[in-house]
């Protein structure tokens, strides 16, 4: 879009470059699309482009850092190189006549940055009900509200504005395929299902949409069904690089259900490893240690695979911008027997927990990070009880760290296995009715399937 097409949108870009326009557009394309267009040397080359045609284009370095903080990659807390771009967009903010809508979008990334994730997703909510076509405000609080667990509002924030995106409107279906995702979350699979159709219907391509079909399969347990729409489909969304690694992860998930675990582990080799390795995105961080866990879990030898993953994850142990992240990190310094890392992560997470002002994250550590946190290191030296103690009473705030229901799942099944290995009577029992409640929920399930036969193992043995 060049600067007129902006402007008659309704949102003037505050800078005299054509070409930054164009490529704040392009850069947003990709964000949405979830794609590096190589042809534009991807978000990186586009942003540099951005920097060179106007440096000081402030909604240039809005989405700059906008991405980076979504990303969830780089703290501003910890990273001072980080820090100075956002000063330098604030003070660039101060000093120019901006309009109203630049403002708040900087406003937003202002508050984003200090941890006060919720604010932040407010203040775009305010930009979206005077611009509703505002793509850039709907995917950073669609992506916001994925991290704090508020699925209702992921749903609704696009519900609102849908009806303002016609047919005619450019990446109208991409707007659709994220309201799919919000229905998905709040289990309204059936028209999750149809609205991500549609999507695809006009893009085949839009691999968010497929993500959608992808979970509704899980969640359905309609594990052959899965498989066959990830072999029909993989040319389709495999283009769609940031997004690759983790449909790959939803493709093992259906492996692991039927027991599979040589189709699951082979996907990890080809495919979900050597992304992670060299993305090192977050996002291929948490499937790759999401998907060592769960096969760990069914008793599979995963060798040495932790030992490479742990060497990305590493420096990313003071990090704590997400307690979902810090949890994924936790699972590759625990898979490895990084000792260090996992004593260096802990201490550094309690001793954030004691102050955590208004960062949002920071101030969950010590209801959730903390116990789920040492939940999982009891999970792994074998001490199933305390794993129970600490997980049973905050198994429905879990939501809270965000992620989808698919990812937390982790969580569910660390606890029934906790509670089907305890030695106390009570948990083995608590074992048997979180299976019956997680097969009521989700029938069919072979991977239920196999912990209900073991469930009734301990129970008769008692
Ligand atoms: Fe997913």
Not at 257 to 279: H, Q, V
């Amino acid at each position: 879009m060049t600067l007129q097409a902006w402007q008659d949108a309704g949102m003037t870009l505050s800078t005299t470059s054509n070409e930054a326009c164009k490529l704040f557009d392009a850069t947003l394309y990709q964000y949405v699309t979830w794609t590096n267009d190589k042809t534009m040397g991807g978000i990186e080359g586009c942003l540099k482009k951005i920097r060179a045609a106007d440096p000081n284009f402030v909604m240039g370095h809005v989405i700059s850092n906008g991405l980076e903080l979504i990303g969830t990659g780089r703290s501003p807390i910890i990273d001072q190189e980080f820090e100075k771009d956002l000063k330098v967009m604030s003070d660039l903010a101060k000093t120019q006549p901006l309009t109203e809508w630049e403002k708040m979008h900087v406003a937003a990334l202002e508050t984003f940055a200090k941890g006060n994730i919720p604010k932040a997703a407010d203040v775009w909510e305010q930009i979206l009900q005077d611009h509703p076509l505002d793509l850039l405000a709907i995917k950073l609080a669609h992506d916001s509200y994925f991290y704090l667990g508020q699925q209702t509002q992921m749903r609704d924030s696009v519900s609102r504005i849908l009806p303002y995106w016609t047919p005619s409107t450019p990446l109208s279906s991409y707007v659709k395929g994220m309201y799919s995702f919000g229905l998905l979350e709040t289990n309204f699979y059936d028209q999750a299902l149809k609205v991500a159709s549609e999507a695809l219907a006009v893009d085949q391509k839009d691999c968010w949409s497929v993500h959608t079909i992808a979970h509704v399969h899980e969640m359905k347990a309609d594990i052959e069904q899965g498989l066959s729409f990830m072999k029909q489909t993989e040319n389709n969304w495999k283009g769609g690089d940031m997004l690759a690694c983790h449909v790959y992860w939803h493709w093992a998930l259906y492996y692991i259900e039927k027991g599979e675990y040589e189709a699951a582990m082979t996907l990890y080799d080809k495919y979900i490893a050597p992304i992670c390795l060299s993305s090192g995105s977050i996002l291929d961080i948490v499937d790759n240690s999401s998907l060592l866990h769960r096969l760990q879990m069914e008793g599979v030898d995963v060798g040495k695979r932790w030992d490479k993953l742990v060497q990305v994850t590493k420096k990313h142990t003071n990090d704590h911008i997400l307690i979902f992240n810090d949890l994924h990190f936790l699972m590759s310094s625990l898979g490895s027997k990084d000792h260090e890392m996992t004593t260096q992560l802990l201490q550094s997470l309690k001793e954030l927990s004691k102050s955590p002002g208004e960062n949002y994250q920071q101030s969950l550590i010590k209801e959730l990070g903390l116990p789920l946190s040492q939940a999982l290191v009891e999970f792994g030296s074998g001490n199933y009880d305390k794993v129970v103690e600490l997980m049973y009473p905050i198994r429905y705030k879990i939501l809270d760290i965000g992620g989808s229901n698919a990812q937390r799942d982790i969580f569910n099944q660390v606890l029934i296995r906790a509670a089907m290995n305890s030695n106390t009577k009570a948990h083995n029992n608590l074992a048997r009715s979180l299976v019956i409640e997680r097969d009521v929920l989700r029938p069919n399930s072979p991977l239920t399937e196999r912990l209900m036969r073991k469930a009734s193992a301990v129970h008769t043995l008692i």
